[in-house]
Protein backbone atom coordinates (compact mmCIF):
# COMPACT_ATOMS: atom_id res chain seq x y z
CA UNK A 1 0.00 0.00 0.00
CA UNK A 2 1.15 3.45 -1.23
CA UNK A 3 2.03 5.80 1.99
CA UNK A 4 -0.34 8.31 2.92
CA UNK A 5 2.03 10.57 4.22
CA UNK A 6 2.80 12.61 1.08
CA UNK A 7 -0.99 14.06 0.92
CA UNK A 8 -0.66 17.45 3.56
CA UNK A 9 -4.52 17.42 4.05
CA UNK A 10 -4.15 14.24 5.78
CA UNK A 11 -3.46 14.76 9.64
CA UNK A 12 -4.35 11.05 10.54
CA UNK A 13 -2.90 9.74 13.88
CA UNK A 14 -2.75 7.12 15.43
CA UNK A 15 -5.65 7.82 17.78
CA UNK A 16 -7.93 8.26 14.77
CA UNK A 17 -6.72 4.54 13.53
CA UNK A 18 -7.38 3.25 16.82
CA UNK A 19 -10.97 4.79 17.19
CA UNK A 20 -12.03 2.53 13.97
CA UNK A 21 -11.90 -0.33 16.11
CA UNK A 22 -15.00 1.04 18.31
CA UNK A 23 -17.05 0.26 15.18
CA UNK A 24 -16.16 -3.39 14.93
CA UNK A 25 -19.39 -4.51 16.51
CA UNK A 26 -21.13 -8.07 16.72
CA UNK A 27 -24.30 -8.62 15.03
CA UNK A 28 -27.54 -8.98 17.10
CA UNK A 29 -27.67 -12.65 16.00
CA UNK A 30 -24.29 -13.04 17.62
CA UNK A 31 -25.96 -11.51 20.72
CA UNK A 32 -29.42 -13.78 20.42
CA UNK A 33 -26.53 -16.58 20.65
CA UNK A 34 -24.41 -15.11 23.27
CA UNK A 35 -27.42 -14.67 25.98
CA UNK A 36 -28.71 -17.99 25.09
CA UNK A 37 -25.54 -19.57 25.79
CA UNK A 38 -24.89 -17.85 28.81
CA UNK A 39 -28.17 -18.19 30.37
CA UNK A 40 -27.79 -21.75 29.79
CA UNK A 41 -24.11 -21.89 31.77
CA UNK A 42 -25.83 -19.69 34.85
CA UNK A 43 -28.08 -22.43 35.21
CA UNK A 44 -25.66 -24.71 35.12
CA UNK A 45 -24.07 -23.16 37.59
CA UNK A 46 -27.35 -22.66 39.99
CA UNK A 47 -27.99 -26.10 39.37
CA UNK A 48 -24.81 -27.51 40.43
CA UNK A 49 -24.98 -25.20 43.73
CA UNK A 50 -25.32 -27.61 46.65
CA UNK A 51 -26.83 -25.96 49.89
CA UNK A 52 -23.99 -24.93 52.23
CA UNK A 53 -24.11 -28.22 54.72
CA UNK A 54 -23.56 -30.65 51.82
CA UNK A 55 -20.56 -28.40 50.53
CA UNK A 56 -19.33 -28.27 54.26
CA UNK A 57 -19.60 -32.24 53.95
CA UNK A 58 -18.09 -32.53 50.81
CA UNK A 59 -14.92 -30.32 52.11
CA UNK A 60 -14.41 -32.42 55.11
CA UNK A 61 -14.82 -35.60 53.27
CA UNK A 62 -12.41 -34.49 50.40
CA UNK A 63 -10.54 -33.62 53.15
CA UNK A 64 -10.47 -36.79 54.37
CA UNK A 65 -9.99 -38.56 51.17
CA UNK A 66 -7.08 -36.16 50.38
CA UNK A 67 -5.42 -37.51 53.45
CA UNK A 68 -6.11 -41.17 52.71
CA UNK A 69 -4.41 -39.99 49.38
CA UNK A 70 -1.75 -39.21 51.19
CA UNK A 71 -0.68 -41.84 53.45
CA UNK A 72 -1.45 -44.37 50.22
CA UNK A 73 1.59 -42.26 48.47
CA UNK A 74 3.17 -42.52 51.59
CA UNK A 75 3.28 -45.93 52.42
CA UNK A 76 4.20 -46.63 48.54
CA UNK A 77 6.92 -44.45 48.61
CA UNK A 78 8.24 -46.27 52.23
CA UNK A 79 7.63 -49.95 50.12
CA UNK A 80 10.16 -48.51 47.25
CA UNK A 81 12.05 -47.17 49.14
CA UNK A 82 12.96 -50.08 52.23
CA UNK A 83 12.61 -53.04 49.36
CA UNK A 84 16.30 -51.75 47.81
CA UNK A 85 17.41 -52.27 51.91
CA UNK A 86 15.72 -55.67 51.98
CA UNK A 87 17.45 -56.38 49.09
CA UNK A 88 20.75 -55.74 49.86
CA UNK A 89 21.08 -57.61 53.13
CA UNK A 90 19.35 -60.62 51.65
CA UNK A 91 21.69 -63.49 50.26
CA UNK A 92 22.18 -64.19 46.82
CA UNK A 93 19.39 -66.35 45.94
CA UNK A 94 17.18 -65.56 48.69
CA UNK A 95 14.18 -63.17 47.95
CA UNK A 96 12.43 -60.64 50.08
CA UNK A 97 9.09 -62.80 50.18
CA UNK A 98 11.55 -65.37 52.26
CA UNK A 99 13.03 -63.13 54.63
CA UNK A 100 12.00 -65.21 57.83
CA UNK A 101 13.57 -67.98 56.27
CA UNK A 102 16.48 -65.45 55.85
CA UNK A 103 16.47 -64.28 59.59
CA UNK A 104 16.61 -68.52 60.70
CA UNK A 105 18.85 -69.53 58.01
CA UNK A 106 21.55 -66.92 58.08
CA UNK A 107 23.71 -67.69 61.10
CA UNK A 108 24.32 -71.17 60.51
CA UNK A 109 25.28 -70.71 56.92
CA UNK A 110 27.68 -67.77 57.75
CA UNK A 111 29.51 -70.54 60.18
CA UNK A 112 29.57 -73.23 57.55
CA UNK A 113 30.69 -70.73 55.31
CA UNK A 114 33.75 -70.22 57.74
CA UNK A 115 34.18 -73.39 58.71
CA UNK A 116 34.41 -73.81 55.06
CA UNK A 117 36.93 -71.30 54.14
CA UNK A 118 38.90 -72.18 57.34
CA UNK A 119 39.29 -76.01 56.18
CA UNK A 120 40.04 -74.67 53.11
CA UNK A 121 43.14 -72.33 54.20
CA UNK A 122 44.44 -75.16 55.81
CA UNK A 123 43.39 -77.57 53.76
CA UNK A 124 47.84 -78.08 53.28
CA UNK A 125 47.92 -78.47 56.60
CA UNK A 126 44.93 -81.16 56.52
CA UNK A 127 46.49 -82.58 54.13
CA UNK A 128 49.74 -83.03 55.39
CA UNK A 129 48.09 -84.80 58.77
CA UNK A 130 46.09 -87.25 56.22
CA UNK A 131 49.43 -88.18 55.49
CA UNK A 132 50.03 -89.78 58.80
CA UNK A 133 48.35 -93.24 58.57
CA UNK A 134 48.32 -93.45 62.92
CA UNK A 135 46.65 -90.41 64.68
CA UNK A 136 47.46 -90.95 68.14
CA UNK A 137 44.47 -89.46 70.80
CA UNK A 138 46.44 -91.10 73.50
CA UNK A 139 48.78 -87.60 74.60
CA UNK A 140 45.55 -85.25 74.34
CA UNK A 141 44.20 -87.64 77.03
CA UNK A 142 46.87 -87.67 79.00
CA UNK A 143 47.57 -83.74 79.44
CA UNK A 144 43.80 -83.82 80.13
CA UNK A 145 44.73 -85.13 83.37
CA UNK A 146 42.58 -88.58 83.83
CA UNK A 147 43.47 -91.86 83.26
CA UNK A 148 42.13 -93.66 80.39
CA UNK A 149 39.84 -96.67 81.22
CA UNK A 150 40.54 -98.18 77.56
CA UNK A 151 42.97 -99.47 76.29
CA UNK A 152 45.40 -97.83 73.85
CA UNK A 153 43.81 -96.99 71.16
CA UNK A 154 45.42 -96.19 67.48
CA UNK A 155 42.82 -94.45 65.44
CA UNK A 156 43.68 -95.83 61.90
CA UNK A 157 42.85 -92.98 59.47
CA UNK A 158 42.84 -94.45 55.81
CA UNK A 159 45.44 -92.32 54.02
CA UNK A 160 42.59 -91.40 51.26
CA UNK A 161 42.70 -89.09 48.57
CA UNK A 162 41.29 -85.60 50.03
CA UNK A 163 38.69 -85.67 47.48
CA UNK A 164 37.26 -89.09 48.43
CA UNK A 165 35.76 -87.07 51.46
CA UNK A 166 31.95 -86.24 51.33
CA UNK A 167 31.05 -82.39 52.07
CA UNK A 168 30.30 -83.68 55.53
CA UNK A 169 33.99 -84.37 56.14
CA UNK A 170 34.88 -80.80 55.78
CA UNK A 171 33.69 -79.87 59.31
CA UNK A 172 35.65 -82.79 60.82
CA UNK A 173 38.77 -81.55 59.15
CA UNK A 174 38.43 -78.11 59.95
CA UNK A 175 37.44 -79.25 64.14
CA UNK A 176 40.55 -81.84 63.85
CA UNK A 177 42.93 -79.42 62.52
CA UNK A 178 41.88 -76.92 65.06
CA UNK A 179 41.14 -78.66 68.38
CA UNK A 180 44.17 -81.19 68.13
CA UNK A 181 41.38 -83.91 69.25
CA UNK A 182 41.18 -86.96 66.95
CA UNK A 183 36.93 -86.39 67.73
CA UNK A 184 35.35 -87.11 64.36
CA UNK A 185 32.29 -86.26 64.65
CA UNK A 186 29.96 -87.42 61.18
CA UNK B 1 -34.43 37.32 58.21
CA UNK B 2 -31.51 36.26 56.63
CA UNK B 3 -31.07 34.30 59.48
CA UNK B 4 -34.35 32.48 59.28
CA UNK B 5 -33.80 31.58 55.35
CA UNK B 6 -30.39 29.88 56.34
CA UNK B 7 -32.27 28.02 58.95
CA UNK B 8 -35.45 26.83 56.17
CA UNK B 9 -32.52 26.00 53.94
CA UNK B 10 -30.91 23.71 56.57
CA UNK B 11 -33.96 22.11 57.27
CA UNK B 12 -35.55 21.59 54.15
CA UNK B 13 -35.60 18.93 52.23
CA UNK B 14 -32.49 17.99 50.42
CA UNK B 15 -32.54 17.29 46.78
CA UNK B 16 -31.87 13.89 46.08
CA UNK B 17 -28.52 14.03 44.08
CA UNK B 18 -28.82 11.70 40.65
CA UNK B 19 -27.49 8.31 41.37
CA UNK B 20 -24.27 7.80 40.18
CA UNK B 21 -23.79 4.88 37.50
CA UNK B 22 -21.86 3.08 40.49
CA UNK B 23 -24.65 3.73 42.69
CA UNK B 24 -26.85 2.07 39.94
CA UNK B 25 -25.02 -0.69 39.38
CA UNK B 26 -24.50 -1.59 43.57
CA UNK B 27 -28.62 -1.08 43.48
CA UNK B 28 -28.32 -3.86 41.35
CA UNK B 29 -25.49 -5.93 42.86
CA UNK B 30 -27.54 -5.78 46.29
CA UNK B 31 -30.48 -7.23 44.68
CA UNK B 32 -28.44 -10.12 43.28
CA UNK B 33 -26.82 -10.82 47.01
CA UNK B 34 -30.38 -10.50 47.85
CA UNK B 35 -31.24 -13.53 45.69
CA UNK B 36 -33.16 -12.04 42.85
CA UNK B 37 -31.11 -13.60 40.39
CA UNK B 38 -32.36 -12.26 37.38
CA UNK B 39 -31.56 -8.72 38.69
CA UNK B 40 -27.97 -10.03 37.48
CA UNK B 41 -29.47 -10.04 33.74
CA UNK B 42 -29.74 -6.62 34.04
CA UNK B 43 -25.48 -6.32 34.52
CA UNK B 44 -25.18 -8.70 31.81
CA UNK B 45 -26.92 -6.16 29.18
CA UNK B 46 -25.40 -3.18 30.34
CA UNK B 47 -21.56 -4.78 30.33
CA UNK B 48 -21.38 -7.16 27.76
CA UNK B 49 -20.83 -5.42 24.72
CA UNK B 50 -18.32 -3.33 26.39
CA UNK B 51 -16.78 -6.81 27.91
CA UNK B 52 -16.96 -8.51 24.74
CA UNK B 53 -15.38 -5.45 22.82
CA UNK B 54 -11.87 -5.07 25.35
CA UNK B 55 -11.82 -9.10 25.18
CA UNK B 56 -11.89 -9.00 21.10
CA UNK B 57 -9.46 -6.62 20.81
CA UNK B 58 -7.00 -7.74 23.66
CA UNK B 59 -7.41 -12.00 21.88
CA UNK B 60 -8.78 -10.44 18.16
CA UNK B 61 -10.43 -13.80 17.86
CA UNK B 62 -14.49 -13.48 17.94
CA UNK B 63 -14.79 -17.07 19.23
CA UNK B 64 -12.20 -16.82 21.96
CA UNK B 65 -13.89 -13.54 22.66
CA UNK B 66 -17.45 -14.62 23.06
CA UNK B 67 -16.13 -17.48 25.06
CA UNK B 68 -14.29 -15.53 27.72
CA UNK B 69 -16.96 -12.58 27.91
CA UNK B 70 -18.98 -15.83 29.00
CA UNK B 71 -16.37 -17.01 31.38
CA UNK B 72 -16.14 -13.30 32.90
CA UNK B 73 -19.73 -12.67 33.77
CA UNK B 74 -20.02 -16.31 35.17
CA UNK B 75 -17.16 -15.84 37.01
CA UNK B 76 -18.82 -12.39 38.18
CA UNK B 77 -22.23 -14.18 38.69
CA UNK B 78 -20.76 -16.71 41.12
CA UNK B 79 -18.50 -13.82 43.10
CA UNK B 80 -20.92 -11.52 43.19
CA UNK B 81 -21.72 -12.18 46.95
CA UNK B 82 -18.29 -11.63 47.89
CA UNK B 83 -18.22 -8.26 46.34
CA UNK B 84 -18.69 -5.44 48.85
CA UNK B 85 -18.52 -2.58 47.12
CA UNK B 86 -15.32 -1.01 47.97
CA UNK B 87 -14.45 -0.59 44.51
CA UNK B 88 -17.36 0.06 41.45
CA UNK B 89 -18.71 -2.64 40.16
CA UNK B 90 -17.77 -1.69 36.28
CA UNK B 91 -13.89 -1.77 37.82
CA UNK B 92 -14.25 -4.92 39.61
CA UNK B 93 -16.14 -6.99 36.60
CA UNK B 94 -13.65 -5.39 34.01
CA UNK B 95 -10.45 -6.42 36.60
CA UNK B 96 -12.35 -10.05 35.86
CA UNK B 97 -12.26 -9.48 32.24
CA UNK B 98 -8.51 -8.78 32.12
CA UNK B 99 -7.48 -11.07 34.56
CA UNK B 100 -9.29 -13.98 32.66
CA UNK B 101 -7.98 -13.03 28.86
CA UNK B 102 -4.75 -12.38 30.47
CA UNK B 103 -4.46 -16.04 31.74
CA UNK B 104 -5.68 -17.05 28.32
CA UNK B 105 -3.14 -15.47 26.70
CA UNK B 106 -0.66 -16.75 28.73
CA UNK B 107 -1.79 -20.26 27.83
CA UNK B 108 -2.48 -20.04 24.33
CA UNK B 109 1.25 -20.95 22.73
CA UNK B 110 0.65 -19.91 19.13
CA UNK B 111 -1.53 -17.13 18.02
CA UNK B 112 -5.01 -18.21 16.33
CA UNK B 113 -6.76 -17.64 13.43
CA UNK B 114 -7.57 -14.02 13.24
CA UNK B 115 -11.55 -13.39 12.85
CA UNK B 116 -12.27 -10.49 12.77
CA UNK B 117 -15.62 -8.86 13.37
CA UNK B 118 -17.61 -7.05 11.02
CA UNK B 119 -16.85 -3.29 11.07
CA UNK B 120 -19.82 -1.04 11.77
CA UNK B 121 -21.58 0.79 8.58
CA UNK B 122 -20.62 4.07 9.54
CA UNK B 123 -17.02 3.70 9.41
CA UNK B 124 -16.91 3.51 5.62
CA UNK B 125 -18.72 6.44 6.01
CA UNK B 126 -16.22 8.14 8.38
CA UNK B 127 -14.03 11.01 7.61
CA UNK B 128 -10.66 9.58 8.46
CA UNK B 129 -12.06 6.53 5.97
CA UNK B 130 -12.93 8.93 3.39
CA UNK B 131 -9.31 10.89 3.82
CA UNK B 132 -7.47 7.76 3.29
CA UNK B 133 -9.68 6.22 0.63
CA UNK B 134 -8.93 9.75 -1.30
CA UNK B 135 -5.51 9.40 -0.42
CA UNK B 136 -4.56 6.55 -1.50
CA UNK B 137 -7.22 6.16 -4.08
CA UNK B 138 -8.14 2.88 -3.49
CA UNK B 139 -11.83 1.11 -3.52
CA UNK B 140 -13.22 1.62 0.00
CA UNK B 141 -14.21 -1.45 0.99
CA UNK B 142 -11.02 -2.81 0.39
CA UNK B 143 -9.27 0.00 1.98
CA UNK B 144 -11.61 -0.98 5.22
CA UNK B 145 -10.85 -4.59 5.56
CA UNK B 146 -6.91 -4.25 4.81
CA UNK B 147 -6.52 -1.11 7.58
CA UNK B 148 -8.79 -3.77 9.49
CA UNK B 149 -6.02 -6.23 9.07
CA UNK B 150 -3.42 -4.03 10.07
CA UNK B 151 -4.85 -2.98 13.18
CA UNK B 152 -5.34 -5.84 14.34
CA UNK B 153 -1.91 -7.17 13.68
CA UNK B 154 -0.54 -4.75 15.44
CA UNK B 155 -1.92 -4.88 18.21
CA UNK B 156 -1.53 -8.88 18.72
CA UNK B 157 2.21 -7.36 17.73
CA UNK B 158 2.21 -5.85 21.41
CA UNK B 159 2.70 -7.43 24.90
CA UNK B 160 -0.45 -8.19 26.45
CA UNK B 161 0.28 -4.88 29.16
CA UNK B 162 0.58 -2.89 26.59
CA UNK B 163 -2.48 -4.00 24.83
CA UNK B 164 -4.56 -3.72 27.67
CA UNK B 165 -3.56 -0.36 28.33
CA UNK B 166 -3.83 0.83 24.65
CA UNK B 167 -7.03 -0.85 24.35
CA UNK B 168 -9.03 0.28 27.61
CA UNK B 169 -7.75 3.93 27.06
CA UNK B 170 -7.81 4.26 23.10
CA UNK B 171 -10.53 2.04 22.31
CA UNK B 172 -12.71 1.79 25.07
CA UNK B 173 -11.78 5.28 26.50
CA UNK B 174 -11.24 5.39 30.27
CA UNK B 175 -9.24 7.54 31.98
CA UNK B 176 -5.83 6.34 33.30
CA UNK B 177 -7.12 6.36 36.93
CA UNK B 178 -9.93 3.82 35.82
CA UNK B 179 -6.79 1.91 33.85
CA UNK B 180 -5.17 2.00 36.75
CA UNK B 181 -7.44 0.53 39.29
CA UNK B 182 -8.02 -2.07 36.97
CA UNK B 183 -4.80 -3.33 36.49
CA UNK B 184 -4.32 -2.63 39.72
CA UNK B 185 -0.89 0.10 38.47
CA UNK B 186 0.16 3.74 39.42
CA UNK B 187 -1.19 6.09 36.77
CA UNK B 188 2.32 6.97 35.97
CA UNK B 189 2.77 3.54 34.71
CA UNK B 190 -0.53 3.49 32.57
CA UNK B 191 0.95 6.26 31.02
CA UNK B 192 4.40 5.00 30.67
CA UNK B 193 2.77 2.12 29.16
CA UNK B 194 0.49 4.03 26.72
CA UNK B 195 3.26 6.50 25.74
CA UNK B 196 5.94 3.29 24.61
CA UNK B 197 2.91 1.25 23.18
CA UNK B 198 1.85 4.42 21.35
CA UNK B 199 5.41 4.82 19.81
CA UNK B 200 5.34 1.14 18.76
CA UNK B 201 1.77 1.31 16.78
CA UNK B 202 3.31 4.36 15.41
CA UNK B 203 6.07 2.03 13.60
CA UNK B 204 3.65 -0.49 12.68
CA UNK B 205 0.91 1.18 10.81
CA UNK B 206 3.36 4.02 9.42
CA UNK B 207 1.78 3.76 6.22
CA UNK B 208 -1.32 5.19 6.96
CA UNK B 209 -0.15 8.08 9.21
CA UNK B 210 0.14 11.56 8.26
Redesign the interface.
Known sequence: ???????P???????????????????DE??SD??R??HQ??LQ??VKKDPWYLQMLRGITGRMGQNVGIAAAAALVAMLVVRPVFVGTAPAGVSVADSAAVESAAAPVAVAMAELTYSEATSSASAHDYAHDVISADEAIQDAGYTRDFGMERIQMASYDAVAYSADSAHSRASFATSGVASLVF | MAIVGTVAKIFAPAKEAPLSERDLDWAVVQKVQAGNVAAFDQLVQKYREHLFSVIYNMTSNREDASDLTQDTLIKAFQAIGRFQGKSSFFTWIYRIAINTTMTFLKKRSRRRYISYENIDEEVSNSEIVERLTATNRTEKGVLVQELQEKLNDSLQKLSPKHRTVVVLHEIEGLEHAEIAEITKTSVGTVRSRLHYAKQQLQLYLKDYLA
Not at chain 1, 1 to 7: E, F
Not at chain 1, 11 to 27: F, G, T, Y
Open positions: MAKHSNDQADINIEDLLRLKRAERPSFWFDDLRMTL
